[in-house]
């Protein structure tokens, strides 16, 4: 078994974490009344920030997952789970762990624009604001990180982390 590194300061604790969650659902309540939006989380790093989302809005919501190829400029990506729910018409939230994983998220909201939404959000835990450039727009986020290598609260580092309930910053 290879030996991992241990992650190092801890960026946020999980009660800020479910503090944060806790705003962006009562946000997105207020912004998607009367909408049941569709969240669509992509897998597997977003996987316990939608399950804490969809708990934390209080508004009827459906969500499902897509699973991806990696992503590259070059190739694009190919979905390896895609959704078992029609988007069209829908009020489509993608959610993504975060902006450090911009190429995913972005690839998912073209492919689904094309799906024919009645609008298209995008939703990510983290916002890396050392990586977003002018071009890279997010609708919501939760909580803003400069380091772009983040373990916990679902998100990994070759499999390991997902299971800690904070955010710590990977040590080099």
Known sequence: MAAFRKPGQRLFHEAAVSSRVRDLGATLSRDYAGKNPLFVGILNSAATFLADLVRAVDIP???????????????????????????????????????????AV???????????????????????????????????????????AVVGYGLDHLGHYRELPDLYALDA
């Open 61 to 103: 919501c459906e969500y499902d997952f897509v699973a991806l190829t990696p992503v590259s400029p070059q190739t694009g990506g190919l979905f390896l789970k895609d959704t078992a729910t029609s988007l069209e018409g829908r009020h489509v939230i993608v959610v993504g762990a975060s902006t450090s994983s911009a190429r």
């Open 106 to 148: 972005e690839y998912v909201a073209r492919s689904f624009a094309a799906r024919v939404p009645a609008s298209l959000a995008i939703c990510t835990l983290l916002k890396h604001t050392e990586l977003c450039a002018d071009d890279v727009h997010r609708a919501y986020h939760a909580l803003s990180v400069e380091s772009d």
